[in-house]
């Protein structure tokens, strides 16, 4: 049974850094596209960051690109979100998600994926 599980969540004022892991349970991750993905009350889930399989491409959402760093670690079965200068928008449950895909698939609209974590809230105060 294949589990991802989120932390690292939390509240932080605007300007902080917070970093999500999402480790991975059930499933070998180097087989798998990892990506992050957010929802705001009320809004779409929307894509945030993805990495392919080696790490070796990444992918971000325009409104988190320049702040937000993807990375993964296929030993530890783990992948992270680290994220800077966070502004009260980035206030969302983030997700993450595993994909059989390419990286690249991750940032479609609507948002998809086959596997995906419970969520962790984000809240970012002004």
């Known amino acids: 049974q294949v589990s991802l599980v989120e932390s690292g969540g939390g509240l932080v004022q605007a300007g902080g850094s917070l970093r999500l892991s999402c480790a991975a349970s059930g499933v070998t991750i180097v087989s798998y596209a990892m990506g992050w993905f957010r929802q705001a009350p009320g809004k779409e889930r929307e894509f945030a960051a993805a990495i392919s399989r080696s790490g070796g491409d990444t992918y971000y959402g325009d409104s988190v690109k320049g702040r937000f760093i993807i990375s993964r670690d296929n030993v530890k079965n783990t992948v992270y979100l680290q994220m800077n200068s966070l502004k009260p928008e980035d206030t969302a449950v983030y997700y993450c998600?595993?994909?059989?895909?390419?990286?690249?698939?991750?940032?479609?609209?609507?948002?998809?994926?086959?596997?995906w974590g419970q969520g962790t809230q984000v809240t970012v105060s002004s």
């Open positions: 998600a595993a994909d059989s895909g390419a990286a690249l698939v991750l940032t479609s609209t609507p948002a998809r994926s086959d596997y």
